[in-house]
């Protein structure tokens, strides 16, 4: 009996790992769209796809960006400001990449585009600060998707979302986390609704990364801190700041390379059997996933164990 099922049980794995590394024909005369290109995965899967042969139309949100980019790149890449806030630039993005890509169609669009912001107890946010974030990493994201998808459409191409472990499980107060969690929720049904047209959406949901952005990041939740009003500093306490600080910036267990996210980007637009969904890192393997699946009071004991508590919580 247990043979029998461990025999079935390598049949499935090898015919996954058989089909996974099937690629799609005619790779150089594909077309795929990406947000967010200034620096970060966006910068890097632009490069790496024009490296590969396929023809990148990568949107930067600065000039200075799109010109960086520019410098090492083929003449294959292609450059276009975009602001993914703005529905105008949305459009006149659609019709740049309808220029360039003509009767072909859209092969591939990924939506790496998005902000971190601020991730804080929700008490030391404004609704403003929610806004900020949603605007950009969901809304902005279902803009250019709704813009693009005729043309992803036509091609029967790939759609690329890049979501987040903490979709799966909130770590923490603040919009990016909900943001995700709505990306998800939109990706899935997107991938249900486009299966019948040939289209294939893949969520791309990476654990926790240091980018050159993570000081910015800091000095923010620094200044927030500092911002607070004098009752809410004595209500967490200085040390409740210390470790909550620290666990976000702390380098020693963030992943370095970036390629591990990339390289489910290239696989989700390349392979003939894309994965419906990729994670990347370590932390989101082996930590995120794990807890994702645990009963919600076990998975609070585990967050909340070791960790201190506000200095005045009430009992």
């Known amino acids: 009996m247990w043979l029998y099922l461990a025999a079935l049980l390598g049949l499935?794995?090898?015919?996954?790992?058989?089909?996974?590394?099937?690629?799609?024909?005619?790779?150089?005369?594909?077309?795929?769209?990406?947000?967010?290109?200034?620096?970060?995965?966006?910068?890097?899967?632009?490069?790496?796809?024009?490296?590969r042969g396929l023809r990148v139309l990568a949107a930067c949100l600065t000039q200075k960006g799109a010109e960086q980019l520019g410098k090492g790149t083929s003449e294959r890449l292609k450059t276009t400001i975009l602001d993914v806030t703005s529905t105008?630039?949305?459009?006149?993005?659609?019709?740049?990449?309808?220029?360039?890509?003509?009767?072909?169609?859209?092969?591939?669009?990924?939506?790496?585009?998005?902000?971190?912001?601020q991730m804080a107890p929700?008490?030391?946010?404004?609704?403003?600060?929610?806004?900020?974030?949603?605007?950009?990493?969901?809304?902005?994201?279902?803009?250019?998707?709704?813009?693009?998808?005729?043309?992803?459409?036509?091609?029967?191409?790939?759609l690329v979302n890049v979501s987040s472990m903490i979709g799966r499980f909130a770590y923490s107060g603040g919009g990016y986390s909900p943001s995700k969690f709505a990306l998800e929720a939109f990706s899935d049904s997107l991938r249900r609704e486009l299966h019948p047209f040939g289209v294939k959406v893949s969520i791309i949901e990476p654990g926790s990364f240091a980018t050159e952005f993570d000081e910015t990041y800091k000095k923010n939740l620094t200044n927030l801190w500092n911002k607070?009003?004098?009752?809410?500093?004595?209500?967490?306490?200085?040390?409740?700041?210390?470790?909550?600080?620290?666990?976000?910036?702390?380098?020693?267990?963030?992943?370095?390379?970036?390629?591990?996210?990339?390289?489910?980007?290239?696989?989700?637009?390349?392979?003939?059997?894309?994965?419906?969904?990729?994670?990347?890192?370590?932390?989101?393997?082996?930590i995120f996933i794990p807890l994702s699946y645990l009963p919600a009071s076990l998975a609070d004991y585990i967050v909340a164990y070791g960790r201190p508590g506000p200095a005045k919580a009430l009992c």
């Open 12 to 51: 499935y794995f090898l015919r996954r790992w058989y089909q996974e590394r099937q690629t799609v024909e005619n790779l150089t005369e594909k077309y795929v769209f990406i947000t967010g290109c200034d620096s970060g995965f966006g910068n890097l899967l632009a490069r790496q796809l024009d490296a």
């Open 122 to 158: 929700n008490e030391w946010l404004t609704k403003e600060d929610f806004v900020r974030v949603l605007d950009v990493n969901l809304l902005g994201t279902i803009d250019v998707t709704l813009h693009m998808l005729p043309l992803i459409r036509r091609a029967q191409g790939r």
């Open 228 to 286: 607070l009003p004098a009752e809410i500093k004595d209500l967490y306490g200085l040390q409740y700041w210390n470790n909550f600080s620290q666990t976000f910036f702390n380098g020693k267990w963030r992943n370095t390379d970036l390629c591990l996210v990339t390289n489910c980007m290239q696989h989700a637009l390349t392979s003939r059997y894309p994965r419906s969904r990729y994670t990347a890192g370590l932390d989101a393997k082996f």
């Open 88 to 117: 105008e630039s949305v459009a006149a993005a659609t019709e740049w990449v309808k220029e360039q890509a003509g009767s072909k169609g859209l092969w591939g669009l990924v939506n790496n585009a998005g902000i971190l912001w």
